[in-house]
């Protein structure tokens, strides 16, 4: 059985076997181990179902952070939790760890909460985002090799 | 089985979707509240239906109210999925009518295993239904003779409910699967046959023969 949030010391041996060269930064972005096991439910002849979902998060992750930052500078909670909240489930899905983490940080944040704290956290995601992408678009590039 | 997935996040939406079709489920994809309200109004509606909680549009928790609302005639069997794993959170679910609750991150085998319950509950509800629909056609056809039946104490008539009497044998025909053969009993021999009988054997003899 595989778990979509499991946790496993193991995954950073098999994450230098799978990823492709990424930025240094991106080296712990992903767990590997979970984003490969999605392997279990590719179809055969059916195109490559892992290019198909890091295709679809990086679309869609790039989307909901420009949420994110309109929705902290604009102060609207409710914007800024749903756009996290998805954030942090297509993020949970692809094994996106520290970006789901983030997610569920700014998930919790209103308006009691320092605007500084906001911005750091958002500071924070967008760079850890980028990081993931780049790893992620490095798995992309060697499956399609 | 057609399976609803409703679901706003792509890359949930798309492992959900390769999922169920590795398990041989018809599934139909919306991606918020308000397109899978729409699906699941439709005459052929899917019977099963994973809906994540929170959706642009209409959310999951108020389709399940809308759904349960009365009259309730077919009703999906809904499983809600969300990243929150409070227990309120679960208590809101089921009682806004969500028959099965699964957090985020969901493993896989998990899911498998209540979406098969879920299958199984449609299936005997189904079966159900077909049992009522059946014996309600036969309870149709039968006739019941019940409750308080006035009836003369000198003639043996029934008083109809259309305030008519009606003699026992035509009532009792009409109002059960009984059919009748005509005989008669010892005592009604006694009492009335014989004395016929014999009354129209005195009435030969008094005649004689050859009249």
Redesign the interface.
């Given at each position: 059985m595989t778990s979509f949030g499991a946790d496993n010391n193991q995954r950073n041996g098999r994450q230098a076997r799978h990823a492709a060269p990424a930025p240094a930064g991106a080296i712990d972005a992903v767990d590997m181990e979970l984003l490969h096991s999605l392997e279990e439910l590719q179809v055969v002849d059916d195109p490559d179902l892992i290019v198909e979902l890091i295709d679809l998060y990086l679309l869609d992750a790039a989307q909901r952070v420009t949420q994110i930052r309109e929705a902290s500078i604009a102060t609207d909670w409710v914007l800024l939790k749903r756009a996290t909240h998805n954030l942090k489930g297509s993020s949970g899905n692809l094994g996106v760890r520290r970006v789901a983490e983030l997610c569920e940080k700014l998930e919790r944040m209103d308006s009691r909460d320092s605007p500084q704290t906001v911005a750091d956290l958002l500071q924070l995601l967008e760079y850890e985002t980028t990081m993931a992408s780049a790893a992620l678009a490095a798995v992309r590039q060697r499956r399609l090799g | 089985m057609r399976v609803l997935i409703a679901e706003?996040?792509?890359?949930?939406r798309?492992?959900l979707e390769?999922?169920l079709?590795?398990w041989n489920y018809k599934v139909t994809t919306t991606v918020d509240g308000k397109a899978a309200w729409t699906a699941l109004q439709g005459p052929d509606a899917p019977s099963l239906a994973i809906l994540d909680i929170?959706m642009?549009g209409i959310d999951g928790l108020e389709i399940c109210r809308r759904l349960r609302e009365p009259p309730v005639s077919t009703s999906p069997y809904i499983i809600l999925l969300t990243?929150n794993r409070g227990v309120r959170e679960i208590v809101k679910g089921i009682e806004a009518g969500a028959d099965d609750y699964l957090t985020?991150?969901?493993?896989?085998?998990?899911l498998r295993v209540r979406v098969q319950v879920g299958a199984r509950i449609i299936e005997l509800q189904t079966k159900l239904a077909e049992r009522v629909q059946q014996l309600e056609v036969a309870m149709d056809h039968v006739k019941q003779l019940q409750g308080i039946l006035p009836i003369c104490s000198y003639c043996k008539k029934i008083r109809t409910d259309l305030n008519s009497w009606e003699h026992v044998e035509s009532y009792v025909a009409d109002h059960s699967q009984a059919e009748f053969s005509h005989g008669i009993c010892p005592s009604c021999y006694e009492t009335t046959v014989r004395p016929q009988l014999e009354s129209l054997e005195i009435a030969r003899t008094l005649e004689g023969p050859g009249k």
């Open positions: - | 706003d996040d792509p890359v949930s798309r492992i390769t999922l079709c590795s929170m642009p990243a985020k991150p969901y493993d896989r085998e998990e």
